[in-house]
């Protein structure tokens, strides 16, 4: 099942992709994508329901909007320098144990919503990454006991401002979790969708150009070694997010580097997880 958002930003209702693309409204089914909705056998309760209701869910346009397909988690837990190849344009050596930070929840927004350059930024950067959603507590989990704790899969773009993050003083989150900086979706693939989350083709264009194509089976590592090592330092909830980190082909990596602009568009998609594309935009004050 592919779980979707839709609507207006802040109104959105929950919905789901259909196997021929067609988008349905399931909002009367009366529960949001949210924790108590993963936490509570969710996902198994609203196949049961569609099964008797899906005739009379209304279909939902094409052109609407489509928000993050879950609603504000508890956290966004991140991995860094998870590929090899990435950690050797970015000059770092290839980890020991997963580099972990978090990433601000304020920073979701829609998979085609604008990237909004934070005040004064001179290095943002985009990152491809696949994530994973939390379905059951986690806590102390067995890396053979993982896929019983995840409800699906989402593709995620790490968006990132370099200055903030490298060259300032403290912890990376700083150039992470700036407003827009998580483009999330289109969809949530519940596990069933996806065979193999370790051999995955994932992708991002800059302005119609590749920059980045690799699959996650470069992983160093992987999804149930991920998620079991986040485990041991915290409790992670139901529709919290885990992302998985970047392939090579970033900004930061090309030599001279190249950062985003005003008017850049960001395409990317995940093989199984669909495709999400932005506009970059200038600063503007939300108040």
């Known amino acids: 099942m592919k779980l979707i958002r839709f609507g207006a930003e802040a109104a959105e ?3 789901i992709q259909l196997a021929n693309g067609t988008k349905i409204d399931v909002s009367a089914f009366g529960s949001d994508y949210n924790e108590d909705f993963f936490g509570n056998n969710g996902i198994e309760k609203l196949k049961t329901w569609l099964v008797t209701n899906q005739d009379s869910c209304p279909e939902i346009d094409d052109n609407v909007r489509l928000g993050a397909p879950l609603t504000r988690p508890s956290k966004i837990v991140c991995i860094g320098l998870n590929y090899a190849q990435h950690a050797a344009e970015a000059g770092m050596e290839v980890p020991k ?3 972990l ?6 920073a979701m927004v829609g998979p085609n919503d604008d990237i909004m350059l934070p005040k004064g930024s001179t290095k943002t950067d985009w990152e491809v990454e696949l ?3 939390i379905g059951k507590k986690a806590s102390y989990v067995e890396e053979e006991d993982v896929f019983d704790h995840i409800a699906g899969y989402v593709l995620h773009n790490d968006v990132s401002e370099r200055a903030y993050q ?3 003083s403290g912890q990376w989150c700083k150039g992470k979790g700036c407003d827009t900086f ?8 519940t596990t069933d969708e996806i065979e193999d989350p370790n051999n995955l083709n994932l992708w991002l264009k800059l302005n119609g150009e590749v920059m980045q194509n690799s699959s ?8 149930q070694q991920s998620i079991s090592h986040i485990s041991q330092f915290m409790t992670l909830l139901p529709g919290d997010i885990i992302s998985t980190g970047t392939p090579f082909g970033v900004g930061l990596g090309l030599k001279p580097p190249v950062y985003l602009k005003a008017g850049d568009i960001v395409e990317l998609g995940i093989e199984g997880l669909g495709t999400s594309k932005q506009k970059v935009v200038s600063f503007r004050s939300n108040l």
């Open 182 to 189: 998580a483009p999330i979706g289109p969809f949530i693939a």
């Open 166 to 168: 490298i060259e300032r």
């Open 13 to 15: 209702k929950p919905g």
């Open 97 to 99: 144990e997963p580099v």
């Open 101 to 106: 930070f978090f990433k601000s929840t304020t």
């Open 131 to 133: 994530a994973i959603v």
């Open 216 to 223: 996650t089976s470069d992983f160093i590592f992987n999804v």
